[in-house]
């Protein structure tokens, strides 16, 4: 953990997250890299200790000090007790009636967070912040819209997936009105957005797609595996649908094709997955890798003939936005099949840049994936549409300029702090 030692005399950002560096988040990665090339003063707070087990090479990047809020909080109760005292001491009536609107909505995560806020406070004054940018709506979020009601310290946020589609409604248009801006990575969420909060609920409202490093996810050979590789990277959760996957393997088994299938990713389902390939007796023909450095990934792009995420809405509404291994994999010109969930077929349009199939349809996920396994001239004509379309719309600095380019805006018209407002 690097500390900061000296206070700041000019605008700077404070980028809050839960949990940073993490494997799955190579888009918050490629972000901060991006917005510090442009000359942003970055601190990044990092509300949990990361629990993965490997790191991506790419974090060593990364210039910005990075500061962790206490975890566990119980660990550090003299420290946080004295952060709530402090606050109380400092703006007592922001403080006893941020608390009872917290109360108010007999939430326990935003409890937490706002047990954590005034330790957070404490930190941006000691560090010289002037805004804080939270990268996902939902913990983050909550810290950075609960700091702003102890203290006016401006901030902004971004939503991707999960953590929008698992917010409740009514705090997360609280969150958003008061945000300076909101950023969202997909045209899908920005409608989903405007009907939980309406054209009035945002006061600025920003969709910049994530991007990807197009000089180190080069467009270049491909399907050097033999037998023909199939390749997934993602967490290995519900959303993915890497069920149906497994499947659509097996079908394919059945008809007599020459593959291999290969998933990359670390979650909460690898028994469950590992339980199905055995069940259908596919091993080694299904096997999942475990997580990679992201270096290691641009490998494996190499080496695949057909990529495939059949992305699925789960149960409890959780989806995607746009994968990330969608970009990656059209950027290095690997064929795509996908489902049009979400924001896919903004980057997936079905017979020019990838092949979308129903999601749950292992028989239609396997017809996709069987049609370019057995035709070369498909997959050359997909791929290089594709990679165009990374190009055009999907390319991280010039993304990461827009939302630098927001970020400087608002940084600039907060001269001085605003007051909270009622929700």
Same mark, same amino acid.
């Given at each position: 953990?690097?500390?900061? %030692? #000296?206070?700041?005399?000019?605008?700077?950002?404070?980028?809050?997250? @839960? #949990?940073?560096?993490?494997?799955?988040?190579?888009?918050?990665?490629?972000?901060?890299?991006?917005? $510090?090339?442009? *000359?942003?003063?970055?601190?990044?707070?990092?509300?949990?200790?990361?629990?993965?087990?490997?790191?991506?090479?790419?974090?060593?990047?990364?210039?910005?000090? !990075?500061?962790?809020?206490?975890?566990?909080?119980?660990?550090?109760?003299? @420290?946080? !007790?004295?952060?709530?005292?402090?606050?109380?001491?400092?703006?007592?009536?922001?403080?006893?009636?941020?608390?009872?609107?917290?109360?108010?909505?007999?939430?326990?995560?935003?409890? $937490?967070?706002?047990?954590?806020? +005034?330790?957070?406070?404490?930190?941006?004054?000691?560090?010289?912040?002037?805004?804080?940018?939270?990268?996902?709506?939902?913990?983050?979020?909550?810290?950075?819209?609960?700091?702003?009601? &102890?203290?006016?310290?401006?901030?902004?946020?971004?939503?991707?997936?999960?953590?929008?589609?698992?917010?409740?409604?009514?705090?997360?248009?609280?969150?958003?009105?008061?945000?300076?801006?909101?950023?969202?990575? %997909?045209?899908?969420?920005?409608?989903?957005?405007?009907?939980?909060?309406?054209?009035?609920?945002?006061?600025?409202?920003?969709?910049?797609?994530?991007?990807?490093?197009?000089?180190?996810?080069?467009?270049?050979?491909?399907?050097?595996?033999?037998?023909?590789?199939?390749? %997934?990277?993602?967490?290995?959760?519900?959303?993915?649908?890497?069920?149906?996957?497994?499947?659509?393997?097996?079908?394919?088994?059945?008809? *007599?094709?020459?593959?291999?299938?290969?998933?990359?990713?670390?979650? !909460?389902? @690898? &028994?469950?997955?590992?339980?199905?390939?055995?069940?259908?007796?596919?091993?080694?023909?299904?096997?999942?890798?475990?997580?990679?450095?992201? $270096?290691?990934?641009?490998?494996?792009?190499?080496?695949?003939? !057909?990529?495939?995420?059949?992305?699925?809405?789960?149960?409890?509404?959780?989806?995607?936005?746009?994968?990330?291994?969608?970009?990656?994999?059209?950027?290095?010109?690997?064929?795509?099949?996908?489902?049009?969930?979400?924001?896919?077929?903004?980057?997936?349009?079905?017979?020019?840049?990838?092949?979308?199939? +129903?999601?749950?349809?292992?028989?239609?996920?396997?017809? #996709?994936?069987?049609?370019?396994?057995?035709?070369?001239?498909?997959?050359?004509?997909?791929?290089?549409?594709?990679?165009?379309?990374?190009?055009?719309?999907?390319?991280?600095?010039?993304? #990461?300029?827009?939302?630098?380019?927001?970020?400087?805006?608002?940084?600039?018209?907060?001269?001085?702090?605003? @007051?909270?407002?009622?929700?």
């Amino acid at each position: 953990m690097i500390e900061a %030692t #000296a206070r700041p005399t000019g605008p700077r950002l404070a980028f809050l997250v @839960k #949990a940073f560096p993490r494997i799955s988040e190579t888009f918050i990665i490629n972000e901060i890299i991006a917005l $510090e090339q442009q *000359g942003l003063d970055l601190h990044i707070y990092s509300m949990i200790h990361t629990r993965d087990q490997i790191r991506h090479r790419l974090v060593d990047q990364v210039r910005s000090p !990075v500061t962790h809020l206490p975890d566990p909080l119980w660990r550090s109760l003299p @420290k946080v !007790v004295g952060a709530h005292v402090w606050m109380l001491r400092r703006a007592p009536r922001r403080y006893l009636s941020t608390l009872l609107r917290v109360l108010a909505t007999v939430d326990l995560d935003l409890v $937490e967070r706002f047990v954590q806020a +005034p330790c957070l406070a404490r930190l941006l004054e000691r560090d010289g912040i002037t805004h804080v940018h939270a990268g996902f709506v939902h913990a983050p979020g909550s810290l950075a819209w609960l700091v702003f009601l &102890l203290t006016g310290m401006p901030f902004s946020v971004a939503t991707h997936a999960k953590d929008l589609y698992h917010s409740r409604s009514r705090e997360l248009r609280r969150k958003l009105a008061d945000a300076r801006v909101v950023l969202t990575c %997909t045209r899908y969420n920005v409608d989903h957005l405007l009907r939980i909060c309406g054209p009035a609920g945002v006061r600025r409202l920003r969709q910049v797609y994530h991007g990807t490093d197009l000089d180190r996810f080069r467009f270049g050979p491909y399907a050097l595996a033999r037998p023909p590789l199939v390749l %997934t990277v993602a967490r290995l959760v519900e959303k993915k649908g890497l069920g149906d996957l497994i499947r659509a393997c097996a079908l394919l088994r059945d008809r *007599g094709r020459q593959f291999q299938c290969r998933i990359i990713g670390s979650g !909460v389902l @690898k &028994l469950r997955l590992e339980r199905l390939v055995s069940e259908l007796d596919l091993d080694p023909l299904v096997t999942l890798e475990g997580p990679l450095d992201q $270096e290691d990934v641009v490998a494996w792009y190499h080496q695949a003939q !057909v990529a495939v995420l059949p992305c699925v809405v789960t149960s409890d509404g959780d989806r995607d936005g746009i994968p990330n291994m969608l970009i990656e994999a059209a950027a290095c010109g690997v064929p795509i099949v996908s489902t049009p969930v979400s924001g896919v077929p903004e980057l997936i349009e079905h017979g020019r840049t990838g092949l979308l199939t +129903p999601p749950q349809n292992p028989a239609a996920l396997a017809e #996709a994936i069987d049609a370019l396994l057995q035709s070369p001239l498909l997959r050359e004509g997909l791929r290089l549409t594709a990679r165009s379309r990374v190009e055009e719309g999907f390319d991280v600095r010039r993304n #990461a300029l827009e939302i630098g380019q927001e970020l400087q805006a608002v940084m600039a018209s907060d001269e001085s702090p605003g @007051k909270p407002r009622a929700a």
